[in-house]
C-alpha cells in the first residue's frame, strides 16, 4: 500500500485537500474538493489559507479513502516540509515523476 501525505486546509470556508509533494504544472500542487474535486493549487497555498481542524475535515478525508482504499493510505500532515517539496518539484523538472 502506497502512502501518501496530505493537509487539509480552509479557504474562504472551504476545506481543501492538499497533496503538498504531487507536483502538477510547474509549481502547482494536487487538491481535492466535495466540489470540483481534483484539481491543482498554488505551491504556497499555506500563506493564503489556515489549517483546517479535524472535525472540519474528517468527511473529505472519508470521502478520499472511500475513493483510493485500499490501493492508497492518507497520513495526514499539519506542515510541509519544503526541503522535500523542493526534491518533488526538481524531480518533476526532469521528468522523473
Not at 89 to 94: D, E, I, Q
Request: include cysteine.
Amino acid at each position: 500500500m502506497e502512502t501518501i501525505e496530505v493537509q487539509f486546509r480552509k479557504l474562504r470556508g472551504e476545506i481543501i485537500a492538499v497533496f503538498p509533494y504531487v507536483i502538477m504544472n510547474k509549481t502547482n500542487v494536487l487538491s481535492y474538493q466535495h466540489i470540483g474535486q481534483h484539481s491543482e493549487c498554488i505551491w504556497n497555498i499555506n500563506s493564503v489559507s489556515k489549517a483546517a481542524k479535524p472535525e472540519e475535515y474528517r468527511d473529505l478525508l472519508s470521502e478520499l479513502r472511500g475513493i483510493y482504499l485500499p490501493e492508497i493510505d492518507f497520513k495526514v500532515i499539519k506542515k510541509r516540509n519544503h526541503k522535500k517539496y523542493l526534491e518533488q518539484y526538481y524531480k518533476s523538472l526532469r521528468g522523473v515523476i
